[in-house]
């Protein structure tokens, strides 16, 4: 990686279809790779029925994801068909012609939509269940008096034996993650439909973050290839029922401010300060999203510099700064967190089922899309290789980006799998990386991001009338 600058040329509407098309997989290869992801779903979910191993998904466990086995239909039904319909016929076509603002509030709008109608199967409970339970933020949110005392006793109250103690997910996340509830409730967003409504809005959101990353790294035309992708997203199940979306949120755009910074040099600084202070602000909504470094990594060897960098790291460390210096120090409570979680369900979850499983969850969110990308996300790197060795031509450098994207966001979930600390519900944890992976199906060819596409909406919509999530 080298200090010397790169401003991506932007591709406009008539772009969209251009020198990438010399990368279509063969259909192979492809074939191969989507079947590889349908098999591991299924033997994740054979496995403990066929052999009697009790894996410990969750209270309404179908493993290999937190949720139960109840099929439906309800008032969301008809408005998701109708937007899957449209996503599949029309989606590519729109997504090559609109005026990229339009293009970007359109995206945004039909993610928003597919959301909401995949929660309204279950009606307003699809969207403010999770929220009313006790073990959910907005409980203890309502209980914070006062906002320093909670994060200067917030590591005493994790562990199980405490006197007072958080529920399962506050103690299972950083002091930030409550922090952004008890603004809510501040506020008077108290309501658990209203604060599902946040934090599914908020959660939609991301689509624009990897929209405008996509463009500042890769070109406009890579974008409008991926568009389609984040609009139907079967992980849309989860963004509309988890806390997680907003953690998904945050991390989206700083990603996004991270590659700005590293593509406008006239403004590098406020975009690499403001990388900074949403990233460093994602490791205290959740442990597990310091690997975001892989990401962040990902973007500045896309962009070919790391001039963002010094900038970035001044922010993550503001916010490290003023979080303990507010009483809450992250080192101390991350290995109290480990020893609740080890004296929780951890204990009793297999590590030899859900280091694949987890994978397998994963699968169902991101949908074999994800899948169906690697083959030419492996073709595009190794091509890049190739021409270093000077064995062959370069690729185009926004599929080089495209691959850089979807596998870091791979890579992390691999990572997170093998340490022991992600087993099941990962469906919904690591929403923060599976929005990233979306970006492997744009290395298709068109005929093939259409079926592909189909098979996206199709598995959503399964998922949302077949499975009801735990979370």
């Known amino acids: 990686m080298t200090s010397v600058q790169r401003t991506v040329p932007t591709r406009t509407a008539s772009d969209a279809s251009s020198p990438a098309e010399e990368l279509a997989t063969p259909h192979r ?6 079947a590889a992801g349908a098999l591991l779903f299924a033997a994740a979910a054979l496995y403990p029925r066929l052999s009697g191993t009790d894996v410990h998904a969750g209270w309404v466990g179908w493993p290999p ?4 086995w109840e099929p439906r239909v309800g008032l969301g039904t008809l408005p998701a068909l109708a937007l899957a319909v449209t996503v599949v016929v029309a989606g590519q076509s729109l997504a090559a012609r609109l005026p ?12 928003w939509l597919w959301t909401v109608s995949l929660a309204l199967v279950d009606g307003r409970t699809g969207i403010d269940e999770v929220f009313a339970r006790r073990g959910e933020y907005v409980y203890d949110a309502g ?67 990897v929209l405008i990353t996509v463009r500042a790294l890769a070109g406009e035309g890579w974008a409008r290839r991926a568009a389609p992708f984040w609009a139907a997203a079967p992980a849309a199940v989860w ?40 990233l460093g602000l994602c490791v205290y909504l959740s442990y597990g999203l310091v690997l975001l ?8 060897i896309a962009a070919r510099t790391a001039s963002p960098l010094p900038w970035a790291v001044g922010g993550a460390l503001a916010v490290a700064a003023a979080f303990t210096a507010a009483g809450f120090a992250w080192w101390e409570a991350y290995p109290v967190l480990v020893e609740r979680y080890y004296d929780g369900v951890a204990n009793v979850r297999p590590f030899s089922y859900w280091v694949w499983g987890d994978l397998a969850a994963a699968t169902a969110a991101g949908g074999l899309a994800v899948w169906a990308g690697l083959p030419a996300a492996v073709a595009a790197l190794r ?13 185009d450098p926004g599929a080089r980006a495209i691959a850089l994207l979807g596998t870091a966001a791979v890579l992390s979930m691999l990572v997170a799998t093998s340490t022991g600390m992600s087993k099941a519900e990962v469906e919904r ?37 077949l499975l009801s999530p735990g979370w």
């Not at 293009?103 to 993610?111: K, P, Q, V």
């Not at 470094?293 to 500045?300: Q, T």
Request: glycine share 6%; charged share 10%.
């Open 383 to 395: 091509a890049r290789r190739a021409r270093s060795a000077a064995r062959g031509p370069e690729v």
């Open 65 to 68: 994801l937190a949720a139960a």
């Open 293 to 300: 470094a892989i990401l962040a990594l990902a973007v500045l």
């Open 29 to 34: 290869p492809l074939l191969i790779a989507v």
């Open 100 to 111: 990229w603002r339009r293009l970007l509030l359109a995206t945004w709008a039909a993610t």
């Open 239 to 278: 963004v509309g029922v988890s806390a997680d979306a907003i953690y998904t949120a945050v991390a989206s755009w700083g990603l996004a401010a991270l590659a700005l910074a590293a593509t406008r040099p006239h403004r590098r600084i406020p975009y690499a300060v403001l990388a900074g202070l949403l």
């Open 429 to 465: 944890i690591w929403l923060p990386f599976t929005w990233w992976a979306l970006c492997l199906p744009a290395l298709l060819s068109r005929g093939q991001r259409r079926w592909v596409v189909a098979l996206q909406v199709g598995t959503g919509l399964l998922i949302a009338h």
């Open 143 to 209: 209980r914070v008096s006062s906002i320093p005392l909670m994060l200067s006793e917030f590591v005493s109250r994790i562990p199980i034996a405490a006197t007072d103690n958080w529920e399962t997910h506050v103690a299972g996340h950083p002091a930030g993650a409550l922090l952004v509830f008890v603004g809510l409730d501040r506020v008077g967003i108290n309501d658990p439909l209203a604060v599902g409504l946040v934090a599914l809005t908020a959660g939609t959101t991301a689509t624009l973050a």
